[in-house]
């Protein structure tokens, strides 16, 4: 069983940067694919980044490419969301989530079956 919390929300302004960790607890998590997604007021949740434990491997929403780079710390339990050049749009709260094991992968909620409380992003323009 894998337990999430993520930390370094805050308010940033336009152009700014931030950092996110996901502090996660159990033996297995060094072998969980993880992912972020963000949710803003009135909208679905939404993929943002995913890596998988095996070879580091990443991919990453449109919206956010080029901008986002996930990382992970399997030593530390953390998985990173390194946030640059942020815009008003990227305003949401962000989620921490563990991929379910086996099947096949997709940057949709279905995918993973354990969340973080999520940490509260508030980009001014």
């Known amino acids: 069983q894998v337990h999430l919390m993520e930390s370094g929300g805050g308010l940033v302004q336009a152009g700014d940067s931030l950092r996110l960790s996901c502090a996660a607890s159990?033996?297995?998590?060094?072998?969980?694919?993880m992912g972020w997604f963000r949710q803003a007021p009135g909208k679905e949740r939404e993929f943002v980044a995913h890596?998988?434990?095996?070879?580091?491997?990443?991919s990453y929403a449109d919206s956010v490419k080029g901008r986002f780079t996930i990382s992970r710390d399997n030593a530390k339990n953390t998985v990173y969301l390194q946030m640059n050049s942020l815009k008003p749009e990227d305003t949401a709260v962000y989620y921490c989530?563990?991929?379910?094991?086996?099947?096949?992968?997709?940057?949709?909620?279905?995918?993973?079956?354990?969340w973080g409380q999520g940490t509260q992003v508030t980009v001014s323009s």
């Open positions: 989530a563990a991929a379910r094991s086996g099947g096949t992968w997709s940057p949709t909620v279905y995918t993973y079956d354990t």
């Open positions: 159990g033996r297995t998590f060094r072998w969980r694919n």
């Open positions: 890596i998988r434990w095996s070879d580091g491997s990443t």
